[in-house]
């Protein structure tokens, strides 16, 4: 069973910054994607950016550009810098990881709130 946990989630004003993290009980490059994804009250969720074990990067358009996905092997972390928030980022952030086989798992969540 893989467990990801993710931490950094907060409150903070439009334009600020906060970084979420997602720490995996296992090597992160044992998947072959990892991604964070978000859902917002009333809507469905959403891929935010995703990282793949061979450096392909991707982001959702509405992020580009504010938004950094990276990872640390060494931690088993994976990362999402958030910068120039929005009071639409609003949401619940998840971690996903993938393996090949397309089984994967979920993290519990973190919130985001940007306050306008």
């Known amino acids: 069973q893989v467990q990801l946990v993710e931490s950094g989630g907060g409150l903070v004003q439009a334009g600020g910054s906060l970084r979420l993290s997602c720490a995996a009980s296992r090597n992160i490059f044992s998947f072959s994607i990892m991604g964070w994804y978000r859902q917002a009250p009333g809507k469905q969720r959403e891929l935010v950016a995703t990282i793949t074990s061979g450096d392909r990067i991707n982001y959702a358009d509405s992020v580009k550009g504010r938004f950094t996905i990276s990872r640390d092997s060494a931690k088993n972390t994976v990362y999402l810098q958030m910068d120039s928030l929005k009071p639409e980022d609003t949401a619940a952030y998840y971690c996903?990881?993938?393996?090949?086989?397309?089984?994967?798992?979920w993290g519990q969540g973190t919130q985001v709130t940007v306050s306008s």
């Open positions: 996903n990881a993938q393996y090949l086989t397309r089984l994967d798992y």
